[in-house]
Structures are given as C-alpha cells and as structure tokens.
C-alpha cells in the first residue's frame, strides 16, 4: 500500500515535472474549452510531425478535467453511430494516432492542460531499490516492510522537441 500511495505518486509527479519543465514546445497558456481542445491536440501533434519525432508511441497526458472536455468535444467523436456508441461509454482512448493517457491531476503541474510525448525524450532510470520484510520485529505483531528507492528523471536535450507541453490557463 505504501508503494502504490506514496511511493509511485511521488515519482510519477517528479517524472511528469521535469518532462513538463523540459519540454521544447511549450506555447503560452491559454484556456482550453470543449470548443478548442481538439485543435490545439492536433497542433501538438502537427509540432511533433515537424520536429521529426516518430508517430508510432506518442502519448497524450491529461488531467482528468481535460478528458471531460474532450468526451463533450463532438470533433473528437465524430457523428457516426460507432462514434456515438463510443462516447456513450464516454471512451476517449486514441486520438490524431496517440494513446490517451489519463494521470490524476495531483501528480502533474499545477495548471496543467496536456502534453503530448514520444518516450524518447525522456528518461527515468530507478537507480536503486531494494525492500526488506521483517517477520514480527520487536514491538509489532506482523510484518514491517522497509524499503527505499533512489531515481530521477531526464528530458535529453536533442530530444526535447518529442515533448509538447500546453498549460491551461483558469478560466475568469
């Protein structure tokens, strides 16, 4: 529980600031709405074709609010029956060739809007992590599990155009 409560929020937020710090597009914020969402994914992405970044493997990271705004975004399910059926079940899981990847807004930027990503920008090694399990040690009945962990996370810099980060400005 330890792990997946603190330990990987902890990276998964540290990860996400520096691809967000480091990206090689980052246009000023502005106030993304159902209307304009869809739009400015496909400048992301029309950004990325233009810095040579492979199609295959592109990510688009976003807030669960951002989601919300492309499920009500009738460009992004088109008016078909199969694009009816879809948003129905309120399926947004691959637009303009990338996977949607949903990630709890605590552990990204504040203000974050979304960014579209290919892993080669970016890398995140773990250099150490290791766990020890003591079998009722003096003064708990049970097990104690201690660990640690060391990591960090790099944006390479002839790679960093592979990251477009749009940060979304609040609404007045």
Same mark, same amino acid.
């Given at each position: 529980?330890?792990?997946?409560?603190?330990?990987?929020?902890?990276?998964?937020?540290?990860?996400? =600031?520096?691809?967000?710090? %480091?990206?090689?597009?980052?246009?000023?914020?502005?106030?993304?709405?159902?209307?304009? $969402?869809?739009?400015?994914?496909?400048?992301?992405?029309?950004?990325?074709? *233009?810095? @040579?970044?492979?199609?295959?493997?592109?990510?688009?990271?976003?807030?669960? !609010?951002?989601?919300?705004?492309?499920? @009500?975004?009738?460009?992004? $399910?088109?008016?078909?029956?199969? =694009? *009816?059926?879809?948003?129905?079940?309120?399926?947004?899981? *691959?637009? !303009? %060739?990338?996977?949607?990847?949903?990630?709890?807004?605590?552990?990204?930027?504040?203000? +974050? %809007? +979304?960014?579209?990503?290919?892993?080669?920008?970016?890398?995140?090694?773990? &250099?150490?992590?290791?766990?020890?399990?003591?079998?009722?040690?003096?003064?708990?009945?049970?097990?104690? $599990?201690? %660990?640690?962990?060391?990591?960090?996370? +790099?944006?390479?810099? *002839?790679? &960093?155009?592979? $990251?477009?980060?749009?940060?979304? &400005?609040?609404?007045?």
């Amino acid at each position: 529980r330890q792990l997946r409560e603190v330990a990987v929020p902890e990276v998964d937020t540290y990860v996400y =600031g520096k691809m967000c710090a %480091g990206a090689g597009s980052k246009p000023a914020a502005l106030t993304l709405t159902k209307d304009n $969402i869809y739009l400015e994914i496909l400048k992301a992405n029309n950004a990325l074709d *233009n810095s @040579q970044v492979p199609e295959e493997g592109r990510q688009i990271v976003v807030t669960p !609010d951002t989601l919300l705004l492309m499920k @009500q975004c009738k460009d992004i $399910i088109m008016e078909t029956d199969i =694009g *009816n059926d879809l948003r129905l079940r309120g399926v947004v899981s *691959n637009l !303009d %060739g990338a996977n949607v990847l949903k990630v709890p807004a605590s552990r990204l930027p504040k203000n +974050f %809007g +979304f960014m579209v990503c290919h892993p080669c920008a970016t890398v995140a090694p773990t &250099k150490l992590e290791s766990y020890n399990t003591h079998i009722n040690p003096p003064g708990i009945n049970g097990q104690l $599990i201690e %660990g640690r962990i060391c990591y960090d996370a +790099f944006v390479l810099d *002839n790679k &960093k155009m592979a $990251i477009y980060y749009q940060e979304n &400005k609040p609404a007045a």
